[in-house]
């Protein structure tokens, strides 16, 4: 849609993303509708932030009522669609968007979006460095208005909705997008990856095979003049390739003769162009640690290879980028020990990747809201990587039984249980030795005590810094 004017669209959820598609699409005339089940109070910032604005507000529910005269509901990414007025306005065949939907259809830039069950932050990150680093140099870009600029965001950071009308043809937009926005979505980014896909979300989808439907919708509306990025690694993922209509790229650890992309031999990661297979960086010069951080490294450089961005740009940006708050982030050591905040974890598949990391003896603080997902695998390899676990949270009640009835066999682990996170820091303080990991790695996620995963390691932060 190209002109808003007048246009009467409603949206869900008055947070981050709402917010940033309100403001937008009234400064564009739409006559907009802003719904929260939140009330007046808990949103005196979001509604100071749209003063002036001519958005009406609809707060503690979401009334059937919304929908009468609507042109179009936009949910923000927390909004279900199975809420009774989403699946009212579907009956009524009243369209869904969303703000990385209605981006898209604005952008005048090229763009690249990449989603996947864990790594989406981390990789788009380091994509987005990449990005810099060729476009750093605006001589090369000295026939345009101005040196063609970088904007990352999307389900990170801010939503790109609110910097598409500064956006020029030559910059590039690179984008972190959700199963929660790709299940209403109609448009494919040029640069399109999935990282891989794992049982997440169920809660939310439902089924593994809604999940991946929903993941695979980011290549659905691609051209043949664009490009995808799958992981070879996995099989789930790397069979939706007889879905990409345009340029095929493929990641993983292990070498192959098939096509362009990369992959990992004898500790050195290559990347393979036009049938020559150039070396890349040894494992040692990555500063990230794990497995999966490998694989996040291989991704983006395929992802770089597809959008064309110069070798020695992306080269110095693996090299130099350090990673991201709550992933693996190493909070402090004290008495010997090491803290790890992992809070992003908010899947069991995710703190499996985290252990996996070190080699050392774990502590491993494990809890916060299960999303109906399996844990018994995580189960199994803290039989045989973890010495202590110390549960919290909700999903404490779940785990407990499935740890206590492990099969014998394996390294013995001790177990506690505690009501809250705060607390299970200061036992994990207690049972702690030199030479030890204490590895903050949920596998749930934060909502049973905290807004988001962010304020939950920011949380475990300023407890670890409170040890003495």
Request: hydrophobic share 40%; glycine share 10%.
């Amino acid at each position: 849609m190209k002109d808003w004017k007048d246009r009467r669209v409603v949206i869900l959820g008055a947070a981050r993303q709402g917010v940033a598609l309100a403001r937008w699409l009234a400064r564009h005339g739409a006559r907009v509708t802003l719904s929260d089940k939140r009330s007046q109070a808990e949103l005196g910032a979001a509604r100071r932030s749209l003063n002036g604005l001519p958005i009406q507000w609809v707060l503690e529910g979401h009334p059937l009522e919304l929908l009468e005269q609507a042109d179009l509901l936009c949910l923000s990414g927390g909004v279900p669609t199975t809420l009774p007025v989403v699946q009212e306005a579907m009956q009524r065949g009243i369209p869904l968007s969303n703000d990385t939907q209605i981006f898209l259809e604005a952008a005048p830039c090229r763009t690249i979006g990449i989603t996947g069950s864990a790594g989406k932050t981390t990789t788009t990150s380091l994509v987005g460095e990449m990005a810099r680093a060729a476009y750093r140099d605006g001589a090369r870009f000295a026939s345009q208005p101005r040196a063609p600029m970088v904007y990352v965001g999307g389900n990170i950071g801010d939503p790109l909705i609110n910097y598409v009308d500064e956006m020029q043809p030559g910059d590039v937009a690179i984008l972190e997008i959700s199963s929660f926005q790709l299940e209403q979505m109609t448009l494919s980014p040029n640069v399109a990856a999935i990282l891989n896909i794992t049982p997440n979300h169920l809660d939310r989808h439902g089924s593994l095979e809604a999940y991946t439907a929903a993941k695979a919708r980011i290549l659905a509306f691609q051209s043949e003049g664009d490009a995808a990025i799958l992981n070879r690694d996995q099989a789930i993922t790397w069979d939706l390739r007889r879905r990409v209509r345009g340029a095929l790229y493929a990641f993983g650890l292990q070498a192959t003769e098939e096509g362009e992309g990369t992959y990992y031999q004898d500790g050195i990661l290559y990347l393979r162009q036009g049938g020559v297979d150039v070396p890349l960086l040894r494992r040692e010069q990555i500063p990230l640690r794990g497995e999966h951080n490998v694989m996040n490294v291989l991704a983006a450089f395929s992802i770089g290879q597809a959008a064309g961005f110069p070798l020695d740009a992306m080269l110095i940006a693996a090299e130099g980028f350090r990673g991201l708050p709550h992933r693996l982030e190493l909070v402090r050591e004290v008495h010997g020990v090491r803290w790890y905040n992992d809070s992003i974890a908010t899947a069991p598949e995710r703190t499996m990747a985290a252990i996996r990391s070190f080699e050392e003896s774990i502590v491993l603080l494990l809890g916060g809201r299960d999303k109906n997902l399996p844990w018994e695998e995580l189960v199994e390899l803290i039989r045989q990587r973890v010495d202590h676990v110390i549960l919290f949270g909700e999903a404490a009640e779940k785990i407990e039984p499935l740890l206590h009835g492990a099969p014998t066999g394996g390294r013995p682990y001790t177990l506690e249980r505690t009501d809250h996170l705060r607390q299970a820091v200061f036992k994990a303080a207690e049972v702690a030795q030199a030479g030890d990991v204490v590895l903050f790695s949920p596998g749930g996620t934060s909502f049973d005590e905290f807004r988001d995963f962010e304020e939950r390691g920011e949380n475990f932060r300023l407890w670890v810094q409170q040890l003495s």
